[in-house]
């Protein structure tokens, strides 16, 4: 039996467009969440509400920071 090649479940032609968007989602989630640290007092702060949004910023950033890897030819 001949073992499969492995193959990236995302087309590699996708690679460059899913980075420009998730860097660009995680960019604005991260800019937001910087909007709210700023302008909202210290009595009104979520600490739910900011793990929550720097989590999601982290994910997108991460996921744009490796597809911007893929599509740049540095395989990880």
């Known amino acids: 039996m001949a073992a ?12 460059p467009t899913l980075s420009v968007f998730t860097l ?4 604005v989630i991260t800019a937001i969440f910087f909007i709210y640290e ?6 009104n702060r979520s600490l739910a509400k900011e793990l929550a949004t720097a989590v999601v910023a982290s994910v997108f950033l991460g996921f744009g920071s490796l597809f911007l890897l893929l599509a740049s030819g540095v395989y990880v």
């Open 4 to 15: 499969k090649p492995i193959a990236s479940p995302i087309p590699v032609a996708m690679y």
């Open 24 to 27: 660009a989602i995680g960019l």
């Open 38 to 43: 700023a302008t909202s007092s210290r009595k």
